[in-house]
């Protein structure tokens, strides 16, 4: 069984940093894409980062370009994903949900793994 677990979320303050983590276990990860989404209340669930395997190139929508950098770690086995997020704003407040095995340029209809969501919240 597929399960993704995400871990880092909290309260902080605009300016501020976070990092997430997504540990994925249940199969191999490591020639798909895994990545971020988010979702803010009241708006579609939106593409943060991604990479499109292990050592594969980064994607990153532009609202976070230059801020947050996605890594992988697949060493020993485990399939890990890491957003770490840098000078957090208010507008990046949102549930962040850890993604496995989906098309990048698809984006969230082409996922076939979710995680559970962690609530990101930046106060101003």
């Known amino acids: 069984q597929v399960q993704l677990v995400e871990s880092g979320g909290g309260l902080v303050q605009a300016g501020d940093s976070l990092r997430l983590s997504c540990s994925a276990s249940?199969?191999?990860?490591?020639?798909?894409?895994m990545g971020w989404f988010r979702q803010a209340p009241g708006k579609e669930r939106e593409f943060v980062a991604g990479?499109?395997?292990?050592?594969?190139?980064?994607?990153?929508s532009w609202s976070v370009q230059a801020r947050f950098t996605i890594s992988r770690d697949n060493a020993n086995a485990t399939n890990t994903v890491y957003l770490q997020m840098n000078s957090l704003k208010p507008e990046d407040t949102a549930v962040y949900y850890c993604?496995?095995?989906?098309?990048?340029?698809?984006?969230?209809?082409?996922?076939?793994?979710w995680g559970q969501g962690t609530q990101v919240t930046v106060s101003s």
């Open positions: 993604a496995a095995d989906f098309n990048i340029g698809t984006g969230a209809p082409s996922v076939r793994h």
């Open positions: 249940g199969r191999t990860f490591s020639s798909v894409a």
């Open positions: 990479t499109s395997r292990v050592g594969g190139t980064q994607y990153y």
